[in-house]
């Protein structure tokens, strides 16, 4: 909803008689200086060397429509002799002036409309074409209407300040000052470049040059990761232990950075790993408590003693993204586990334990293969709806026990090496789906574009609650695409094979059955090699990561990022229990531009 500030309120009040005024009174609410405004809304391209009658000229651009309204542009860095303009269109730079947003408001307020119906104003009439040629710049500076922009650069401050004013020898004008930090400028260009070489950096070059990039904020896009690298503390950069994230009175600053660094850490990993998380919880009575697990309650309790699991994930909910996100399987904290769902309609007159979990006692849906005991393929959660949660927290409240009954060869022949077997019992599976889409990018640029333009549709359906969700995404989303094979940076990956809906091709244009019988094989043909290509990458063990959780482990997983899965497990009298809760993408997203980190 747009705001209008009382100061603009008044200002406009003041200047004019609102009430149907003649359409050469409108003028930009929050101006001082409206027709200064007025003339860059028709601007042209910006910097850059433009040939102008057989003229060239550097830093400088005619920004209007009209032949006698120009604008150029002087640059002074005498004190950065080496600096260069920067290279972002003038308009931009202008219209980004910190005066056209309300100081409280964050909104801008130099938007023309009406303040008492909310009408913009009537469209401007187009200029009329020139009769004769346009003077050269040097011949009609005297008598036109030109402005010119300097940029000076302070190097005290290592700012850029836009100074504009008019270009004849006037000096009844309004001299505005504009200023621009150099990282903003350069967040702001890698923007608009839409280059993933300025956003992303592999794993391996990331080590190859870890003095240099180690205050990096690029994403670091990972692989060949096991689990003694992430719990070594001297080598692994997702590691935290719980306790350092709980604010106290005697070292809130320590507490304060490690928060920083959690959110930095997801941000560039899109993983993290907690240990010493408490884990107990009123809800796993002790009859179904292995031993283990009964220990675990004593080791894993934090500085308050009474923090129970649910106070813990609402804890870091918090950190990552304020508030746990409601969903289907609940609005606060919930529990996948063979066992039982914990928060149902049982506890729905409990106001104490609603507090407690971050729940409203309504009933959570159960309908998902992860309460049950088979492996689950990677996958991220929820692709039926229209924007995923952003994290997903997993806290370990007690692993699985025993391994499924399989022969040797049932749990060894998925392994790219024999040697390497793991005897499944429900160990956690995670893959960077970033890395993922780059590896099939280099080996099959086909195949990328295909699952990169292509819609999946995906579904969920719980009969018990009365839930249908259905929503639609390709597998691998990228910011401002450049053409088949020039992409952004990926933004978000889409993928749970298990709730994708058959896919259709594009309707078709003919009505030849035999044309379009034709067209639909090919459709199908190369979508399944494509999507071939993307399971060949996510089989590798080389970009899987096998976790055995914990009690007490709790892992953080960017959900548009990190694909997550599970091995078998044998059901018992001790079931495996997680608890977690989701966070949204928007609120996690907040938090990291609040830490001046460039969200794609």
């Not at 909310?118 to 346009?134: A, F, R, V, Y």
């Not at 400028?185 to 080590?207: E, G, K, M, P, T």
């Not at 063979?338 to 729940?359: A, H, I, L």
């Not at 099939?440 to 292509?454: C, G, I, S, V």
């Amino acid at each position: 909803m747009a705001a209008v500030s009382t100061r603009s309120m008044r200002r406009a009040l003041d200047c004019q008689q609102w009430n149907r005024r003649p359409k050469n009174q409108w003028r930009t609410l929050g101006s001082d200086n409206a027709n200064f405004n007025c003339r860059y809304i028709n601007g042209g391209s910006g910097f850059g060397r433009t040939s102008w009658k057989g003229r060239t000229k550097s830093f400088g651009d005619e920004i209007t429509s009209s032949p006698s309204i120009q604008q150029y542009c002087n640059i002074s860095s005498s004190s950065r002799p080496n600096a260069q303009c920067p290279p972002l269109p003038v308009q931009f730079l202008e219209a980004y002036d910190n005066q056209k947003f309300d100081p409280s408001t964050h909104q801008r307020n130099d938007v023309p409309f009406d303040p008492i119906d909310g009408k913009p104003p009537p469209p401007s009439p187009s200029p009329s074409p020139s009769p004769s040629p346009s003077p050269s710049p040097m011949e009609d500076d005297a008598a036109s209407n030109s402005k010119f922009v300097s940029w000076n650069h302070t190097s005290d401050s290592d700012k850029w300040c836009l100074e504009t004013k008019p270009s004849d020898s006037s000096t009844n004008f309004n001299l505005h000052s504009s200023s621009y930090t150099n990282s903003w400028i350069d967040s702001q260009v890698a923007r608009w470049r839409a280059d993933s070489n300025d956003v992303d950096c592999d794993w391996s070059s990331f080590l190859l040059n870890e003095k240099k990039q180690i205050d990096s904020s690029k994403r670091i896009l990972w692989s060949d990761w096991t689990e003694s690298m992430v719990r070594d503390p001297t080598t692994s950069p997702i590691l935290f232990q719980y306790d350092n994230l709980i604010r106290n009175n005697n070292d809130s600053t320590t507490c304060k950075k490690e928060e920083e660094r959690l959110l930095k850490m997801l941000y560039q990993y899109g993983l993290v790993l907690i240990t010493g998380t408490p884990s107990y919880t009123d809800s796993l009575t002790s009859d179904v408590m292995s031993e283990a697990t009964k220990k675990s309650q004593t080791t894993n309790a934090s500085e308050d003693a009474n923090e129970s699991a649910e106070s813990a994930i609402l804890h870091l909910a918090s950190i990552i993204g304020y508030h746990p996100l409601q969903t289907l399987y609940g609005s606060g904290v919930w529990s996948t586990s063979s066992y039982s769902s914990f928060y149902n309609n049982d506890s729905s007159g409990d106001d104490e334990y609603k507090e407690s979990t971050g729940t409203d006692g309504v009933s959570a849906s159960t309908a998902d293969s992860a309460y049950g005991s088979t492996s689950l393929p990677l996958h991220t959660d929820m692709t039926y709806i229209s924007n995923p949660p952003g994290v997903q927290v997993f806290l370990m409240v007690q692993p699985a026990t025993t391994a499924p009954s399989l022969t040797e060869s049932q749990y060894t022949s998925s392994s790219d090496n024999a040697d390497e077997a793991i005897t499944p019992k429900g160990q956690s599976v995670y893959l960077d789906g970033f890395s993922a889409a780059k590896q099939l990018q280099l080996e099959n640029p086909d195949a990328f574009h295909l699952l990169a333009t292509t819609p999946r549709r995906y579904r969920c359906i719980d009969d018990e609650e009365g839930w249908h969700l259905e929503a639609t995404g390709p597998l691998i989303e990228t910011a401002v695409p450049r053409g088949k094979n020039e992409w952004g940076p990926v933004k978000s990956i889409r993928h749970n094979d298990l709730d994708r809906l058959p896919d259709l091709p594009p309707y078709p244009a003919s009505d030849s059955i035999a044309e379009n019988g034709i067209h639909n094989d090919t459709f199908y043909k190369k979508l399944k090699e494509a999507h071939d290509a993307w399971d060949n990458i996510l089989r590798r063990d080389s970009m899987r990561l096998v976790i055995e959780l914990q009690p007490g482990d709790c892992v953080l997983v960017a959900n548009q990022r990190c694909m997550h899965g599970r091995y078998a497990f044998e059901t018992s009298r001790f079931p495996r229990v997680v608890m977690g809760c989701y966070v949204g993408m928007d609120e996690m997203s907040s938090k990291w531009r609040k830490s001046g980190l460039h969200v794609v």
